[in-house]
């Protein structure tokens, strides 16, 4: 709806809970190189509470202003902040992310017609994806601003629903004690949930889960973490920010069951 | 069919074009950690000539045994042996590599049951892939045995034909050095091209092509290299050795159009 | 679980909602010919109750024994009822009905293979689905056993959910009294809907719906019914006729919400 | 390129193979009511021949004009020939066409995206497909103007090739005496087979073959054909006129090997 709409609201009085990307980043300066322009209102940044319950649900019931994320970034902070928050992270991290197709939206264009997508898998913004700085931001945040530099490459998959992010890192500890990490990260979540399988996204769609497994080859530390990019990636997680905020049950609306296949 | 047949007939004269993985490492002491068991005849594989003609065409009119690469090793090297060549690699490489179930071969199962596989994407062999000494062994020769340490994560793709390897690693050069590394390598190569986007594996399918493509995004290199894994990631692959070793034209039989959609 | 099963359990008092093809058929002479076998226990066969609640539902709160309908008879009837009730239909019917791959079981197969079934269509059955005598049966109840005629063909298609059956027959009538005739019989009817365009079955998936359009090509009527096989096609229908049985509100268990895409 | 120009080129002596729709009805009368005009050239229908080799493979090589016909109406027609040719429908005949996506064109639009097609299907055109009058024509021509009224019901499947025509029709004859008809019809043909069982759409796909089952249930003959929509239901059929009209082998170009899957 544009961020001048969003600040007549806010003057108002609302309470707005955005799913665009127009308040995700709290620096202004990053404005320019992902998104092509100024950001038009920067004051609103830094009121902007980035919608991740899972790092900031103490912050949504005074919010005035929240940022949902987007898709990839749910699904990569997800699977990497507890390495990050307790420091296990060697040098850098390479998340290849998967997506189905409706996370392009609905406008009709080439890219996204069934007889170009069916049957293919390719690599898109290869130069960078706007969610990135997202990423990079919220793993700042949690590491204390030592956060790991973070590759991250799309890729659009052959099915309507889900993103599956492979995070790949050096390991600064035994396999056993980042386990540990993410147990304890994500106890008592109820939607995040760290699964002894790597996670078949088809077992998030149709809810708002984000199933998260963690493993390694060696001292390669490989965590692999699925959701709805429609639900928590999008809508669903809009609408427990939303329950958070106005003091509804986080699972408000949201208790859909998983189905299979 | 078996080492021990393989051994009978080249006893008797003939000339093995092996399709399995009984020939594909040469050094007999991985047999039991990645197949569970001795390497039944290990004397053949001092001579088994890895079949991969970018890289071992001239052994091949000689060769009495031939093992053709697996599908996925074969989008992997060919996706990362230009930089190891030319030794721009900095550091050890991620391959998140993608495949539509056809790889998986034909016995009814559950896992490629199409309402399983529809819908869906998951990683699998998280702890190795038989097919990750194939990729070490042959980077490691033209490294000179300095190979960067390879991660081979492999994913399942609701497709039926296609691999995509997306290769990561710290570039030990300019992206521009890199790329051209890549041109020279492939240069000539009637299947293996250098292409200027991230390609499609459609583009590829029901053609022994691999299209690879060299990016980066900072200093983090990104190649991206897809193949049909049904042709030059299986039978096309068998039967181009069969060409070169018997002094066919390289591409007899192996001339289909490409076809879009 | 077998009919011997069902009758000790019967024996025993409790009722029972069969999602089996044990008790469809009231004629124990049609068993040989479709199940090729004697029916085991034909006196059970009178007391079946024909789960499809859009016709039965007086009958299911003194059901001993409900036999939930297939999910190819359940479309077809459910798009033929009103105008064979109202004696709409002249000559005989054609009902081309296509499916999702999960109304195959979960039993590996070749044919329920991903690398078979993707990108691909089929008729099977050809000479006679199992369905066809329970369609025959429920449009004669209706006819008062001037039913007419039903030629059912069964194709898979590359889907997972789903059902759309195709009715075919001579109007004996306008389509506006036709449309009427749909709109009345189906008027109140919480799952079964006349809609207005021929419906996509992915409306239907994840709900127990039943979507059902009315047209025609100058006489000839075309019905299309849309239903998720496993839900109002299977175990949907099965909880709903157990909510009838048992007096609680009929969609207990089955207000999932219709999902897009 | 419009009917105008098709006249410029013939005046210049050149010879057209038209894939449009322009020419394929010999009757003007039919434009307004199918293509929603008068036809702009009248005089030009006459002369055009059908582009159906099966039917008028003898009249191409003194051909001008080629209107090369419809996806649907090649299936449909291919389907019922021998049939109509030999006078052995009875009555009427319903002919449940399914296609793959590609059959719409490239054209971006929100019907055709993948997360619109995926997981789903629906009848189009329900009122009647402009393909429809072709086969009427094809058919009349066959039956000396005795044809059977066809209802033609297109659908659309999440595929990208590939069509399937489920014919439907009264047998006037015994089904031995059917399958004899059809392959009589057929002996001979390079392209159009029949096949044994209900043929899979992909086994016609990246071919430019038609494959048909003749069966029947009861009295009720249900012949099924299928192509691949881009190749014997396009373009290949284009190349197949082609290469008849100007004396090359009729094969020329369309050789390619069928592939599974």
């Known amino acids: 709806v544009g961020a001048g709409k969003v600040a007549s609201w806010l003057d108002a009085g609302a309470r707005v809970i955005d799913m665009s990307a127009d308040f995700r980043l709290n620096d202004p300066a990053l404005y320019p190189r992902w998104y092509g322009r100024e950001h038009p209102a920067p004051e609103l940044l830094r009121q902007a509470v980035f919608g991740l319950p899972e790092l900031h649900a103490g912050e949504l019931p005074d919010a005035r202003l929240v940022a ?148 390694a080859q060696g001292d390669k530390a490989i965590v692999t973490a699925a959701i709805d990019n429609l639900l928590k990636g999008a809508s669903g997680q809009g609408v427990e920010c939303f329950n958070i905020a106005f003091g509804f049950d986080r699972a408000e609306a949201l208790r859909g069951p998983s189905q299979w296949p």
């Open 68 to 215: 949902v994320p987007g898709c990839h970034s749910t699904a990569a902070i997800l699977g990497l902040a507890p390495a990050v928050a307790a420091d296990l992270v060697r040098g850098d991290v390479v998340v290849d992310s998967k997506t189905g197709v409706s996370g392009a939206g609905r406008s009709p264009s080439l890219g996204v017609q069934f007889s170009e997508v069916a049957e293919s898998t390719h690599a898109y913004s290869i130069g960078g994806h706007r969610h990135s700085p997202e990423v990079s931001q919220e793993l700042g945040r949690l590491a204390n601003g030592r956060a790991p530099r973070v590759t991250l490459l799309t890729h659009l998959l052959p099915m309507v629903r889900g993103i599956l992010a492979s995070c790949y890192f050096d390991l600064a500890s035994s396999l056993a004690e980042l386990k540990e990490a993410y147990e304890e990260f994500y106890e008592g979540q109820p939607f995040t949930k760290v699964v002894p399988d790597s996670p078949h996204t088809k077992l998030a769609s149709h809810t708002n889960l984000c199933l998260v497994n963690v493993a």
